[in-house]
């Protein structure tokens, strides 16, 4: 039972490169969702799923895309890199649905550089 | 949407002490509130909630208060040890509307021993 994974871990770019971050649980989780993490903001949401079939955007959707590949996968694509986009990104997957979302189980965590 | 906001960013306690963190939300629809504690080159996880059903909660040395009137919520640490140094993330989310956690910005406790 692996919980989160995603990949890579680390992740250099160059400006305007394209790459996708993906994540799986094995947790039978209906929700998951992209964080970004930034010193001294706190966790950010990029987008999520609240469940397979739908994604909404979050607080800070301009320059990424998602996609719900099924109920495990949710993956974050950055179609042209920019040095803004230099963070640490988190998957996470949880239970709720129409109800409070519940717990957070994070991945481990992605670190992009974008030169 | 919502907006989370914490105090203080930095705290350092000596060993033994209480540590005592704040936040405040603006969406008086949130009715779940969370803390995460994250380690240095770790991932947050999930060390106490509360539903807005309830004023307060505990668990050992930790406990969460609520003041649903005023729209802020604390996390209390008792007795702090050097192992409760990390930084901790309150959250907020409802029901309705956008169902994600909407987090604060972060607060890093040190624990001196």
């Known amino acids: 039972n692996a919980g989160v994974t995603q990949t890579p871990k680390f992740q250099v770019l160059k400006t305007g490169q394209s790459m996708t971050l993906q994540c799986a649980q094995d947790m039978n989780h209906n929700s998951m969702y992209w964080y970004r993490q930034d010193p001294g903001m706190g966790l950010r949401l990029i987008y999520y799923?609240?469940?397979?079939?739908?994604?909404d955007k979050g607080e800070v959707p301009n320059g990424y895309n998602v996609s719900r590949l099924n109920k495990r996968e949710f993956s974050l694509r950055l179609e042209s890199a920019a040095p803004s986009q230099t963070s640490v990104y988190f998957c996470?997957?949880?239970?709720?649905?129409?109800?409070?979302?519940?717990?957070?189980?994070f991945g481990e965590g992605s670190r992009l550089t974008v030169l | 949407g919502e907006n989370v906001e914490q105090h203080p960013s930095t705290l350092s306690v000596q060993e033994g002490d209480s540590a005592v963190i704040k936040c405040t939300y603006s969406d008086s629809a949130s009715n779940y509130f969370p803390w995460y504690k994250q380690e240095l080159g770790k991932r947050p996880q999930l060390i106490i909630d509360?539903?807005?059903?309830?004023g307060e909660k505990k668990d050992q040395r930790i406990a969460v208060t609520l003041n649903k009137t005023a729209k802020h919520f604390s996390l209390h640490i008792t007795e702090t040890q050097p192992e409760d140094s990390a930084v901790y993330f309150c959250?907020?989310?409802?029901?309705?509307?956008?169902?994600?956690?909407?987090f604060g910005s972060g607060t890093r406790l040190q624990v001196q021993p």
């Open positions: 509360i539903r807005s059903n309830v």
């Open positions: 959250a907020a989310s409802s029901d309705t509307g956008r169902r994600a956690l909407t």
């Open positions: 996470a997957s949880s239970f709720g649905t129409r109800g409070n979302t519940g717990e957070l189980f």
């Open positions: 799923s609240a469940s397979e079939g739908t994604t």
